[in-house]
């Protein structure tokens, strides 16, 4: 079992930028992909980008390509989801999750989740 653990989220202006920490309880890049979502209240939890165990990372909502980046830093078993540029729309909160699929894309794809961090972007 994985334990992940997300930080990093708060309250910034539009134009501002977050770095959200992904930690893991043990090492798990060698084992698991890694994936960001986000969702808001009433809406289905999207697929933000994901982190394969090869270090290629690569952004899946339309709406953040361009200002959302993933990485890792192996030795502290951590995942990265540095946002730039942040908009009003970006509000949400964010989850950071493993997956031992290949590339996956798909929420059940998912088996250990983190419990979330709010990011809250105003105008």
């Known amino acids: 079992q994985v334990q992940l653990v997300e930080s990093g989220g708060g309250l910034v202006q539009a134009g501002g930028s977050l770095r959200l920490s992904c930690a893991a309880s043990?090492?798990?890049?060698?084992?698991?992909?890694m994936g960001w979502f986000r969702q808001a209240s009433g809406k289905e939890r999207e697929l933000v980008g994901r982190?394969?165990?090869?270090?290629?990372?690569?952004v899946d909502a339309r709406s953040v390509k361009g200002r959302f980046t993933i990485s890792r830093d192996n030795a502290k078993n951590t995942v990265y989801l540095q946002m730039n540029n942040l908009k009003p729309d970006d509000t949400d909160v964010y989850y950071c999750?493993?997956?031992?699929?290949?590339?996956?894309?798909?929420?059940?794809?998912?088996?250990?989740w983190g419990q979330g961090t709010q990011v809250t972007v105003s105008s």
């Open positions: 999750a493993v997956s031992s699929a290949y590339w996956p894309k798909e929420r059940r794809d998912y088996i250990y």
């Open positions: 043990r090492r798990t890049f060698s084992t698991y992909a």
């Open positions: 982190l394969e165990r090869s270090g290629l990372s690569t």
